[in-house]
């Protein structure tokens, strides 16, 4: 079972806390990489790709948002020009590849 931080909000060791919250689950995927005879080096490289895949999408997730917010901010304000409504317009007609938290904007 992964421990919760040792209290709410931050403190000087949260990070610390939860390195060692990680470690044991770290621990398994490393042995079961190995067991399926992929090597230590490979598996690392292989989580550093995984953690730079999501800080991407997690940046990609926040500008996407923040274009959404402004779409319709000046759509409501009726100072959307020509072409804000049409980025708008391509947006909402995307709806359905974009992520659930953002079909619910407009």
């Not at 992964?2 to 990070?15: Q, T």
Request: overall charge neutral.
């Amino acid at each position: 079972m992964i421990s919760k931080p040792r209290r709410s909000g931050d403190y000087p060791d949260r990070e610390v806390d939860c390195q060692e919250a990680m470690e044991s689950g770290f621990q398994a995927i490393n042995d079961c990489m190995i067991e399926a005879s992929w090597t230590r080096d490979e598996a690392k490289r292989a989580l550093r790709r995984l953690i730079a895949a999501d800080n991407m999408t997690q940046k990609e997730n926040a500008k996407m948002e923040a274009e959404l917010a402004i779409a319709r901010a000046m759509i409501r304000a009726g100072k959307a020009g020509n072409d804000n409504v049409c980025l708008a317009v391509v947006l909402l007609s995307a709806g359905s590849t974009l992520p659930p938290k953002f079909r619910s904007h407009f």
